[in-house]
């Protein structure tokens, strides 16, 4: 904690990068909550619900690389100005339209700005504090994530009776106009010198794949991106078990909630213990009792038949969500050149979008076939052998050979 309030107060553009990433992560918690009341008022499905969460969750998937090659090609800055903004106009457009296919278009707007935004945020944060630092950023922007999907949707059961549906969207739409605005007068992350060994400039598309392929060419990147998808894939079934298990404990809608709430601040607390210094091999150790929290946590709420027991196991749970996803990021920073950073976020993000939707699908069949404690038993199974994976990979990765963190450069 003494190192992230000694970055907030000695670093004076991430200070100011990180309170306004908080006024709009907050907010972005809020519309997440209001987006589904939305869709389901202007048409009362389902399938509804489905479409908007589609539209909204997988644009990353489909549009991570690309966004992440063009944060490597250009200002790191304007990209997030420029996704703010697309964002401001997209969720004021929600807000303001009658349809639900125009629900959904302008979901599918604001899902691609955030496909810009997320790469070329943390592909910049080496840019705005001094290198011992960084762990801290990293960690604080972490925490600060993870707080608004937590606190945002607690803040919308009070503004949604006050201000309704739509001036929740407009109040989030207010923060990224903010966001965009701050972030104009912060110098950082200009775009990174790009090594060619021709004198003709690569094609945006040879970019892109020359930057995966180097990412993947790096072992303890690859060890990383194949167990974060993994863990994202087994881990996120338990958000279709979720419900139902409260149920079966018998503590119904208000014992779901509590579930969830405790999980959120595990993930909180997670995700700010990145602020400790250390080198790649502290990193990796953490990243793997995070993993491995995670898996043991799934585990234990798959038997104990205790609503007390699986309180404390949705607890560890999410703390070893935090704990993998912080270290996961402070990894890439240390072993990834600056010049292909974004690329290389946006291919996890990419992957874990496409992890994220097909647990749905998993989840949904082996609950179907297995029930509940026997789909969250499945999950925790495959959590942990990609656990054992990562163990047994990043004890034979080498460490890469290169500076600590690459200067970022200024605009």
């Known amino acids: 904690m003494n190192r992230m309030l000694e970055t907030l107060r000695g670093e004076r553009r991430a200070r100011a990068f990180l309170l306004t990433y908080a006024q709009s992560a907050l907010g972005n918690g809020m519309a997440i909550v209001a987006l589904l009341v939305i869709a389901y008022e202007r048409k009362p499905s389902p399938w509804a619900i489905t479409l908007v969460l589609l539209a909204y969750d997988l644009p990353p998937g489909f549009l991570g690389p690309l966004a992440g090659a063009l944060v490597d090609r250009v200002s790191r800055r304007w990209c997030v100005i420029a996704a703010d903004s697309v964002r401001t106009g997209a969720f004021a457009g929600m807000a303001v339209v009658g349809g639900i296919e125009a629900t959904i278009a ?111 060419q790096i072992p303890i990147a690859r060890v990383v991106v194949i167990t974060s998808t993994g863990v994202i894939l087994f881990a996120s079934m338990i958000n279709v078990a979720e419900l139902p298990l409260a149920h079966e404990l018998g503590v119904g809608a208000s014992g779901f909630a509590v579930l969830l709430a405790v999980e959120g601040v595990g993930v909180v607390l997670g995700s700010l213990s990145g602020a400790r210094s250390g080198g790649l091999a502290e990193y990796k150790a953490r990243y793997i009792a995070g993993a491995l929290a995670l898996g043991l946590g ?114």
């Open 298 to 411: 799934m585990a234990t709420m798959s038997v104990l038949p205790w609503f007390a027991g699986v309180l404390v196991a949705f607890a560890v749970f999410g703390l070893g969500n935090g704990l993998q996803v912080v270290h996961e990021r402070l990894i890439f920073q240390q072993a990834i050149p600056q010049r292909l950073m974004g690329r290389a976020f946006a291919l996890l993000g990419a992957l874990g979008a496409w992890a994220f939707a097909l647990a749905y699908l998993i989840a949904g069949a082996t609950v179907s076939l297995l029930g509940t404690r026997g789909s969250i038993g499945v999950a925790a199974g495959g959590a942990l052998a990609i656990t054992l994976y990562a163990i047994l990979a990043l004890r034979q990765a080498p460490d890469p050979v290169l500076p600590a963190v690459e200067a970022a450069g200024a605009d």
């Open 106 to 216: 302008f979901a599918l707007l604001a899902g691609a700005a955030t496909a810009l935004y997320t790469p070329a945020a943390l592909a910049s944060l080496p840019g705005l504090v001094e290198e011992d630092r960084l762990p801290a950023v990293t960690s604080l922007y972490s925490g600060i994530t993870d707080a608004g999907r937590t606190v945002g949707p607690a803040l919308a059961a009070v503004a949604l009776p006050l201000v309704g549906a739509d001036g929740v969207m407009m109040l989030n739409a207010a923060t990224f106009a903010i966001s965009a605005l701050v972030l104009t007068a912060i110098p950082f992350g200009a775009a990174v010198s790009r090594v060619t060994l021709t004198q003709t400039p690569p094609s945006f598309m040879q970019e892109l794949r020359d930057g995966l392929r180097e990412t993947m």
